[in-house]
């Protein structure tokens, strides 16, 4: 509906299927090895529509084909368990995804049925010796609050998602402790907090006296 109101009516597609959105996408690789100073092992993305793990691996390519690095990390996509045609093709070995008709995750951003850049994920995937895994709405709430409480870093559900696939990979043995992964979280908490706000235990309320008080903070 989107792109056929934009080409009728003369709108400007800001979405994943814009090539320039990518473009800028690619500088995410840029910024990481400049400020690193050298390749990861690894890349990790969180996968919905695919712009961003088929944009950085554009990136570093072309960091690769002008010398400027001679290897590239190995590109991982992680997906939604409710939403992840990538991770089905990367594992059963397909050609190219099968869209997923009635994708379902607590992680919006990601929920996408059929990614407007697949194929280029899957390249990137492929050609880096790269995984694809996807993890449950319940490992994705479960990081969401581990970055808050122990990194104090708060980013909406599809965020997490990268750093879910992380653990989940380790402990599979999929991927070595000693790798140096640079796990990108692509969204702000505020991007959904009432996800946030459904998690949390409701607020604890006093009479507005001091005595009130003193017992609440069990002093």
Do not use: W
């Not at 581990?146 to 999929?174: H, M, W």
């Amino acid at each position: 509906m989107v792109h056929e109101l934009c080409l009728t009516h003369g709108l400007y597609l800001l979405n994943s299927m814009n090539p320039y959105r990518l473009e800028g996408q690619k500088t995410i690789g840029f910024e990481a090895v400049d400020q690193l100073g050298y390749v990861p092992d690894r890349f990790v993305l969180p996968v919905g529509n695919a712009g961003n793990i088929s944009a950085v691996y554009k990136g570093l390519l072309e960091l690769e084909e002008l010398g400027f690095v001679d290897r590239l990390p190995m590109m991982t996509g992680i997906q939604a368990a409710g939403s992840c045609p990538i991770v089905r093709a990367i594992h059963e070995n397909l050609p190219t995804v099968i869209p997923e008709e009635h994708p379902e995750t607590v992680a919006t951003a990601i929920r996408i049925g059929a990614p407007v850049n697949a194929e280029k994920a899957l390249t990137a995937i492929r050609k880096t010796g790269g995984l694809a895994e996807s993890v449950t709405d319940d490992e994705i709430l479960r990081m969401q609050r581990d970055l808050a409480r122990k990194e104090g870093i708060g980013v909406e559900p599809a965020s997490a998602a990268s750093v879910a696939g992380i653990r989940k990979l380790v402990e599979q043995g999929r991927i070595d402790r000693d790798e140096r992964i640079v796990c990108v979280v692509t969204g702000h908490l505020l991007k959904d907090p009432d996800t946030v706000i459904k998690q949390c235990e409701p607020p604890v309320e006093i009479d507005a006296d001091l005595p009130s008080l003193l017992s609440a903070l069990h002093l």
